[in-house]
């Protein structure tokens, strides 16, 4: 009998034993954990409710639909999208609530069931409760009413004042504008002072000239680009005094040019063929002239700019003067 | 004034070996009347070996010119009358069988000749076109299995007539390309004309005497070769000739899409060389900026290919060196 009773116990306490160690392994491989950042808060104050799940990357779990409370009485403000980690072998998937409430009390959250499958075995796992405390504000009738938090600024741009500042701007604009034309008249003079005359082309031709001459070019046996820079500065300088445009012209073509305005004054002709034919000797036939046609050259330059330039008249010149002097 | 020793005898060189291009335009001024341009392009491409292609509206001497240039000189002189039937076999010769040898003979064709008058080349087919100009470029031709050497100077001015366009094989352009010179000609002046009417009407029509050989064109050849060209020219020439590709690199912008291709390197080769038999005509040992200028339109005119737009506003290929000569700065 007694040995009878003793199997009997013994095959209780193994079917005990049995049903609590029958929890599904994988259930034991996946932790669950949910946390508020504050168990108590002010009304209409803002924390985050946290679920996070650790789980083998093999296991696939669900979460529960959340939309927009977790209960009655606690809002969800924002659900940030869901994180998910490595740690070890196992995924660690965390996900973010913002939430807040409204109405003061002593509020529990209830505990969600995931969903999840391994093996081919579908089973949940639960989330504990938590419990969120919404303080209120002690409120006296007696005084006014006013805002529990003050009013909260969004971030400054300029875009928002860019017409206030162009319009701003603009007008300042005229202000100085309109102030600087008062200035002038008080002060008698005219509101927009006459261009500045260009040079002259044979003050330039002279001036290039005698750079030349100072240069030696010749004496450094540089002849070639002795002449050619004698007759650049001739033709910059036709183009200038007569608007031919002499530096697209051959030689021949210049003279031809400049015929009716050289008739006048053969001498001057003839000295400038020779100028020029001796360049393009010098030019194109590795011609080298001896030292005195070389001073020729150069001075029959001379010759003809200073015999053929127009020369300011006086009145003009005292008028420039002046207005550079007023500038 | 003591000038390089190489040009100056190069000039005195040129002075005596040219003697005979005053005697040419002489002579030739007893038959034609007029036309010193004509009879200068003429003389460029027969000293610069370079072919040259003739055109103008009939009646305007263009074969008389070439007849009596030819008539000059103590040479070989054959005239090709180009038709839609003509076969090149006609033009180069061909292979003929001799009962008496037992054997194919070469019969040489109208080609072997110091001068070639290419009458109306754009009234044959391609086929022959392509025949003559390629014995241009190759101063040979081939018969049958025999390759043989053209004369010496072998010159050949073809005439086109830029009217009549019906039933004409116009020359593709790499073809014109390989004429050095494109002369165009124009009509003559109110008093040439007078002095053509009476030289027509006179009892005897003058004729050009023989005053040269075929061995003083060679020598002047290679004179012509030894005119000094100074860099300054040389860039000159590639200016304008790259002027003709790049527009706008020229200040030309404008140009750009009326200018569908510009001038090759072969059109450079033909400028520079132009060049060089136009001072010797003008009896000088060293090129000038002129002598580029007075070739540029012979020597571009044919190797500019216009856009349907440069067409279509009427611009023609004068009109474009001409812009070219007035931007481009002279050395």
């Known amino acids: 009998m007694l040995k009878g009773n003793c199997i009997n116990r013994f095959a209780i306490i193994s079917f005990i034993i049995l049903c609590v160690t029958d929890i599904p392994v994988s259930a034991q491989k996946i932790k669950l954990n949910t946390f508020l950042d504050t168990t108590s808060i002010l009304i209409g104050d803002q924390l985050h409710y946290t679920i996070e799940i650790e789980q083998p990357k093999k296991i696939s779990v669900s979460f529960p639909s959340i939309k927009d409370s977790l209960t009655s009485k606690i809002e969800i403000v924002k659900s940030e999208p869901t994180d998910t980690l490595v740690r070890g072998d196992n995924w660690l998937i965390r996900k973010k609530y913002l939430i807040t409430s409204f109405d003061s009390g002593s509020y529990t959250i209830p505990a969600f069931k995931f969903a999840f499958k391994f093996e081919n075995v579908n089973d949940t796992i639960s989330s504990s409760q938590l419990v969120l ?180 008249s006086n009145t003009n010149t005292d008028n420039n003067k002046e207005l550079n002097n007023q500038e | 004034m003591s000038e390089a020793v190489n040009i100056r005898e190069l000039n005195e060189r040129i002075q005596k070996e040219s003697s005979f291009v005053d005697l040419i335009q002489i002579e030739m001024g007893k038959v034609i009347v007029g036309q010193k341009q004509l009879i200068e ?177 060679l020598k002047a050849r290679d004179v012509v070769k030894d005119v000094y060209m100074d860099e300054k020219i040389e860039k000159y020439i590639l200016d304008i000739i790259f002027a003709t590709r790049y527009p706008q690199d020229y200040n030309l912008s404008k140009f750009q899409n009326l200018i569908h291709y510009g001038g090759s390197p072969r059109a450079s080769i033909s400028l520079a060389m132009a060049s060089k038999a136009y001072a010797f005509i003008k009896r000088r040992g060293y090129v000038i900026p002129e002598d580029v200028r007075a070739v540029c339109y012979e020597v571009l005119r044919h190797r500019i290919g216009l856009t349907y737009e440069a067409e279509a506003e009427n611009i023609t290929t004068e009109n474009i060196i001409t812009e070219i000569l007035n931007t481009v700065e002279v050395p």
């Open chain 2, 41 to 217: 392009s003429l003389l460029i491409g027969l000293l610069s070996d370079g072919h040259i292609l003739l055109e103008g509206v009939p009646g305007l001497a263009k074969t008389l010119a070439i007849k009596t240039l030819a008539d000059t000189i103590d040479a070989k002189f054959s005239r090709i009358q180009f038709t839609p039937d003509l076969l090149p076999a006609d033009l180069i010769g061909t292979m003929v069988y001799s009962q008496k040898e037992e054997n194919f003979l070469v019969k040489k064709g109208p080609i072997f000749a110091n001068f070639i008058l290419a009458d109306e080349i754009n009234r044959s087919p391609a086929k022959v076109q392509s025949a003559l100009l390629e014995a241009m470029q190759e101063k040979q031709v081939t018969i049958g299995t025999n390759t043989f050497e053209l004369g010496k100077p072998f010159l050949v001015l073809a005439t086109q007539n830029p009217i009549e366009q019906e039933g004409t094989y116009p020359l593709p352009e790499a073809q014109v390309d390989r004429f050095m010179l494109k002369v165009v000609i124009d009509y003559p002046k109110k008093e040439e004309e007078r002095g053509i009417i009476r030289q027509n009407l006179a009892k005897s029509f003058p004729t050009a005497s023989k005053i040269l050989r075929t061995e003083d064109i």
């Open chain 1, 133 to 312: 405390k919404v303080n209120t504000l002690p409120v006296d009738t007696a005084k006014e009413i006013i805002d529990i938090k003050p009013t909260m600024n969004t971030p400054f741009s300029f875009s928002e004042i860019k017409w206030e500042l162009l319009t701003g701007f603009v007008i300042l604009l005229i202000i100085g504008l309109a102030i600087w034309i008062f200035m002038r008249f008080r002060k008698n003079k005219p509101l927009f002072s006459p261009k500045k005359p260009q040079e002259p082309p044979h003050i330039t031709a002279l001036r290039e000239l005698d750079l030349l001459r100072s240069e030696k070019l010749w004496q450094g046996n540089q002849i070639k680009l002795y002449h050619t820079r004698i007759t650049d500065i001739l033709r910059q300088y036709i183009t200038g005094r007569y608007g031919i445009y002499a530096m697209e012209l051959t030689s021949d073509e210049i003279l031809h040019a400049l015929s009716s305005e050289l008739n006048t004054d053969m001498e001057l002709k003839m000295s400038f063929s020779k100028l020029l034919s001796l360049a393009d000797l010098v030019k194109f036939a590795k011609a080298e002239p001896l030292p005195d046609e070389n001073e020729i050259s150069l001075l029959s330059a001379y010759t003809f700019v200073n015999r053929t330039k127009i020369e300011l």
